[in-house]
Structures are given as structure tokens and as C-alpha cells.
């Protein structure tokens, strides 16, 4: 495909995403990013979890997870979410730096290679911050759900 044929590049950032084929996190935030195919060239942020694939394509969805921990400290999002996790165990409060922070530099890393015209960010807290933040930067429009 030639540069005039190229769809442009949607970076969507997420802190929960299906990990693998038939995961039973939510999995909305896949089902739109497989339909934005269509007319982007998606590509999701999300962070790692012990077990998952570091980088993958789903349904035509490049999956980029980032690492803020070790591996089997990588436990702040999923089983339940990040708020019910920082809850029941206020030591992964830890975690949150690093976590927007490996968000950040994956998701510079993807903008720098090019070809993003939009980001779409999942939840106002973190990910509208980085989505904020990288738009401001690299002058990207950004909408945040």
C-alpha cells in the first residue's frame, strides 16, 4: 500500500484490553478499536499482564502492552479493575508512577514512528492524562470516553 492509499494511524490507549482469544475481561474497548479498522490503522496501548503477549495483532488491531513491573507484580488493572485492586491492596499505589509512566513512553515511542493523526483514550484518569499530554506535544487531536 502506497503513502496516498495509507489509512491514518489511531492510537487508542486503554488500562484494560483482552489479553488473549476469548479473555473474559470486558472487551469493548477491542470491539471498537476492531471496527475503527475499517477506516484507521489501529493501534492499542495497554499495559502487560502476566501471561499475555507483549505485542500482537487482534482482528487487524495491533496490541502494544507495555511493562511498568515485573511480571508477577503486573497486577494493578485487571482482576477487577484498578480502583477495586488499589483498594484491596493499598501497597500496588506503588505501581501507579511507573504505570502512567511505561503508559507515556509506549505510547511517545508509537507517536514517534508516525503515521498517528488521532488518539483515543479510554477513562478520563490515567489515560486522558497521557492522551492530554502527548496531544499537546506532538499536536494530535484527542477525545477521551
Known sequence: MDDASAKPGLLVLASTYPRWK???????????SRRLC????????????????????MDGVSVIRYRY???SMETLVYAGGMAANLRRSPWKFLLVP?????QY???RRVV???????????WLIP???VARRLGSIFKIPYVVT
Open 105 to 107: 513512553l509506549a505510547a
Open 38 to 57: 475499517a477506516s484507521f490503522d489501529v493501534t492499542v496501548v495497554t499495559p502487560h499482564s502476566p501471561g499475555a503477549a507483549v505485542r500482537e495483532v
Open 127 to 129: 489515560q486522558g492524562v
Open 69 to 71: 513491573a515485573p511480571e
Open 112 to 122: 514517534l514512528d508516525g503515521g498517528i493523526k488521532a488518539i483515543h483514550a479510554h
Open 98 to 102: 511507573c504505570f502512567l509512566l511505561g
Open 22 to 32: 476469548d479473555d473474559h475481561e470486558p472487551g469493548f474497548v477491542h470491539e471498537l
